[in-house]
C-alpha cells in the first residue's frame, strides 16, 4: 500500500467486480441504442479503459475536461468547459462517465450543457458516489460504491494530480492534505 494512503477503501478485486456488474447493466440497457460514452477527465480514465472493454456493444467515445476552479480538496460551484465534444451530441444517446460525484455542481453543468446541445439522453455512470456532500441535485444513472464523507484516490482519483495510477482505491491521509 501506498505510504500517504490510510487504508485501502476498494481492493482491486473489488473494483473488477463493480465494472463487471455495471458493464452488464449498461450493456442490457443500451442493447438497441447507439450511443457515445463521454469520459470525464482526468478522473474517469482508469474506470473507463475497464469499463469500456466489458461491454460488448457498438459505441464511440469522446472526452470532456470541466473545471470547478476550486482548489485542495474543495471545489467551487463554479464550473466551466476547457475542452468540448469531438463528436456531435445532437440527437444522440450519451453516457458519461465520472469517477466521483461530490457536491454534483460538475455533472450537474455537464448533463445540462448536453442537453441544450441537443443530446437525446444524457446518462450518468460513476464509479463512487459522496451524496452526504451533495449541494445540487444529481442522481448517477449507474453508480459503482456509495462511499463516506472521506477524500479518496487511487483508479484515477488524484490529490494534486497525484496517485491516479493506484491499482485500488483507498483514503487519503489527511496529514497529505491537512498542511
Ligand atoms: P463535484 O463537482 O463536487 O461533484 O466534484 C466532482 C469532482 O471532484 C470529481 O470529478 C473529482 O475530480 C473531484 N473529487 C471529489 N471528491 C473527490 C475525492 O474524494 N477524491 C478525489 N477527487 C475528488
Ligand atoms: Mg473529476
Do not use: W
Not at 440527437?91 to 465520472?98: F, G, S, T
Not at 463512487?128 to 482519483?157: H, Q
Amino acid at each position: 500500500m501506498h505510504k500517504d494512503v490510510e487504508r485501502i477503501l476498494i481492493s482491486q478485486d473489488k473494483l473488477e467486480n463493480i465494472v463487471n456488474s455495471l458493464a452488464k447493466r449498461i450493456e442490457k440497457d443500451y442493447n438497441d441504442k447507439e450511443f457515445i460514452m463521454v469520459g470525464l477527465l482526468k478522473g474517469s480514465v482508469v474506470f473507463m479503459a475497464d469499463l469500456m472493454k466489458k461491454i460488448d456493444l457498438d459505441f464511440r467515445i469522446d472526452f470532456i475536461v470541466a473545471s470547478s476552479y476550486g482548489s485542495g480538496t474543495e471545489s467551487s460551484g463554479k464550473v466551466r468547459l476547457v475542452k468540448d465534444l469531438e463528436i456531435s451530441p445532437v440527437n444522440k444517446d450519451i453516457l458519461i462517465v465520472e469517477d466521483i460525484v461530490d457536491s454534483g455542481n460538475t455533472l450537474n453543468f455537464v448533463c445540462n450543457y448536453l442537453m441544450t446541445r441537443g443530446a437525446n439522453s444524457v446518462r450518468v455512470c460513476t464509479l463512487c458516489d459522496k451524496p452526504s456532500r451533495r449541494k445540487v441535485p444529481m442522481e448517477a444513472d449507474y453508480v459503482g460504491a456509495v462511499i463516506p464523507d472521506e477524500f479518496i484516490v487511487g483508479y484515477g482519483l488524484d490529490y494534486d494530480e497525484k496517485y491516479r495510477n493506484l491499482p485500488y482505491v483507498g483514503v487519503l491521509k489527511r496529514s497529505v492534505y491537512e498542511k
